[in-house]
């Protein structure tokens, strides 16, 4: 089942050209790893599909809801409705810094109203505990460290029951002995099912949890396929110029 269809999605910066015609599908259950070198468009990809960046041509389906259509956007109430159906976990965590740990959890699902509170204290209280964090619930973000308030972050996007969540680069602000307790969070989601797309410069996480790798430079896709295909036989010069750089 296709959860996520993109096709020939074009963004342009003025005259720099940041995606051109790009076109994947993610299907339900798909962890996919997306690489490349910085500047490569993999943010504003991303962005894109969450609408934090609005795109110039082409199309993005999220599970059968069209939000950008030939390059037309649905209604923004329709938009909202289709952009909830992603979690986005950022590399600086984007926390609320005036909140505790407990607070933001709960804030986005208390502000749309749509279930009791007691219903959203009950599930903030589990996804503490799935990210071993339930003695933290009063502290506030400060007071953490990077793999602590990534993982809040992820718990935060959880919160929202998504059916797709959105990573960019989430452990490559953190400390190196860090990476490996949000890695292992991100490692048990899969193991759950969730559909996952997963910018990253992780390959050990890539080649270990990800279904599918996709590789692009300079704006667009270059290759895609199984990670044991692109990290042991890459087609592309410019894939194997990356992944000697990487590994
Ligand atoms: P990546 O995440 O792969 O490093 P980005 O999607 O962040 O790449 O950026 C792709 C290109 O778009 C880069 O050349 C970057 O400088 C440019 N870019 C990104 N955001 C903006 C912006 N808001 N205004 C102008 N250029 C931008
Ligand atoms: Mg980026």
Redesign the pocket.
Known sequence: MVLIEVSNLKKS??K?D??KQITFDVNKNDVIAVI????????????SLVHL?EIDGGSICISGDYLVKDGIYSKPQEIKRITSKMGMVFQHFNLFPHLTVKENLELAPKLVKKELNAEIERRSTELLKKIGLSDRASAYPAKLSGGQKQRVAIARALMMNPEILLF??PTSALDPELTGEVLQVMKQLAEEHMTMIV?THEMGFAKEVANRVIF?DN?EIIESGLPTEIFTNPKFERTKAFLNRSL
């Open positions: 910066y003025g720099l940041v995606l490349g070198p910085s500047g490569s468009g993999k943010s504003t990809m991303l962005r960046e960019d680069e910018v692009m704006g």
